[in-house]
């Protein structure tokens, strides 16, 4: 017995088996069709290759999700794998029927477009993971280039100069902020500049003045000139030789000439000084830039992070929209897929009505009519039960009625009881009065109620004492006064 037991065992768990298990084969009816038994276990491995497939497509997109391949996305891969299998397995063993095969059909392969879908589009984007990379890398790096180059145009020479000009709308999400700016160093040489030129000026025609004034004076006390342009021609220290010298002199004195001179001097040595440190500012400010766009450059690389799920979806749409050989190669692929998950129940459908299924609905017709046989049964079991149960409630309800009577009766007997025994009580008491004898309980016709006597006791001595026949009328009425008592008597 025990052998048999474990080769019961070793049979369920044989592979052939387990495929059919899969397609929702039971062996006690194949047991009756078993040269179906090939079709069956087929199915089967066709409904298990599916799930294989969705849960292998769940592993890739989690792991692209996560950027790299680690034994985490098994766990989604795996639930997804058996919820495909039981959906697979729920729509095979549900067509059974012609009606329902067709709409089980239409209904699989609805749900075929969008599982085709969601389990091809990891896969096409794995067989073309490396055109996929390559284009994201590149499109990065144009972002990065796009980043630096804004950045640049956006912090050139006015931010340097005017560090609180207004900035454009398309320079917002690019401008930097500097501690240090050339701008304060440019404007004081911009300054300087002007001052330099404007006395530049001043003195150049002064010191031509007054050369002037001192040549003519040179001429004059030489001897040299013609009267014709105002000289005397004579020389020595004459007159006009004196006052030519104290016109230089005076101009000299009161043009300045000297002290814009060396104004003008220091001015420009201030002038070479600021060029220097202009040169020395606008180094400092490209370098404190330079570091600023790497950093913002930095950050935006580490934000790109690893190449997820999204951006692969992204990256494959846009390579199919620029190549037609792509295009149709991720369709095909697309339809490659929704065929295969189709495949369970098309070749389910397509294989026609077969002997499994003609059996599997004769056991369900017998076990629906044996069903509803057996509800019938215990309907009508049910049914007479609660009958009986009213006849006995009806039962018990009348009984009580009829207590409730019998207690309504006994407690008037009680009350005609009292009222006897108050009357022979007074009458009694009024024969005592008149001289007369009390009438005894022998010959009272008052019934003989006793105070322990039960409810029963009580009606049946009221019924023996209403069925007793009436005496002579003195022994009823107490002798001769009894006319006279009874005329007393309430």
């Known amino acids: 017995m025990p052998d048999q037991q474990n080769l019961s065992t070793d049979r369920r768990l044989r592979p052939p088996r387990l495929l059919r298990a899969l397609a929702g084969v039971d062996e006690s009816l194949l047991r009756e069709v078993w040269h179906e038994r090939a079709r069956h276990t087929a199915l089967g491995g066709v409904v298990l290759g599916t799930a294989v497939i969705a849960g292998f497509s769940m592993f890739v997109a989690v792991s692209q999700s996560l950027g790299a391949v680690s034994l985490l996305p098994l766990l989604p891969a795996l639930l997804w794998a058996l919820f495909v299998l039981n959906l697979d397995r729920l729509l095979v063993t549900s067509m059974v029927g012609s009606a329902r095969r067709f709409g089980s059909l239409i209904m699989r392969l609805t749900v075929a477009l969008m599982f085709g879908f969601i389990i091809a589009e990891p896969l096409i984007m794995r067989i073309f993971e490396t055109a996929i990379e390559q284009h994201i890398r590149d499109e990065r790096s144009v972002q990065l280039d796009t980043l630096r180059t804004n950045l640049v145009k956006c912090n050139g020479e006015d931010r340097a100069i005017s560090p609180t000009a207004a900035v454009s709308p398309e320079c917002r999400d690019y401008t930097l902020t500097f501690a240090v700016t050339p701008g304060s160093t440019q404007r004081e040489l911009a300054g300087v500049r002007s001052e330099v030129a404007a006395l530049t000026k001043v003195v150049t ?137 189709c495949l369970p129940v098309v070749v389910k459908f397509f294989g026609g009505t077969s002997g499994y299924d003609e059996v599997f609905k004769l056991r369900a017709g017998v076990a629906l009519r044996t069903f509803a046989e057996r509800m019938t049964t215990e309907e009508r079991r049910l049914a007479e039960g609660y009958l009986a149960e009213q006849d006995e409630i009806e039962r018990r309800s009348r009984m009580r009625r009829a207590e409730h009577e019998l207690s309504l009766t006994e407690h008037e007997v009680g009350l005609h009881a009292r009222r006897g025994d108050a009357v022979s009580a007074y009458a009694a008491e009024l024969l005592r009065g008149a001289g007369g004898r009390p009438r005894s309980a022998a010959t009272d016709p008052v019934p003989p109620f006793s105070s322990t006597d039960g409810p029963q006791a009580r009606h049946q001595n009221l019924r023996d004492y209403h069925d007793e026949p009436e005496g002579p009328a003195e022994s009823r009425r107490g002798g001769t006064n009894g006319t006279h008592l009874s005329g007393l008597l309430p």
């Open 205 to 341: 025609a002064d010191s031509a003045t007054l050369k002037k004034l001192e040549n003519d004076a040179m001429r004059e006390c030489g001897g040299g000139g013609s009267a014709r342009d105002g000289f005397s021609g004579r020389r020595g220290d004459g007159d006009l030789c004196r006052l030519r010298r104290e016109a230089a002199e005076k101009f000299t004195r009161t043009s300045q000439v000297g002290e814009n001179t060396s104004k003008l001097a220091a001015l420009r040595d201030r002038l070479g000084a600021l060029e220097g440190s202009l040169s020395t500012a606008r180094a400092d400010f490209e370098a404190d830039r330079s570091t600023q766009i790497d950093q913002r450059v930095a950050e935006a690389r580490s934000h790109q992070g690893r190449i997820g799920f999204l951006e692969r979806m992204d990256a494959l749409h846009t390579l199919s929209g620029s190549s037609f050989a792509l295009f149709v190669g991720t369709w095909a692929i697309r339809f490659f897929f929704v065929a295969v998950d």
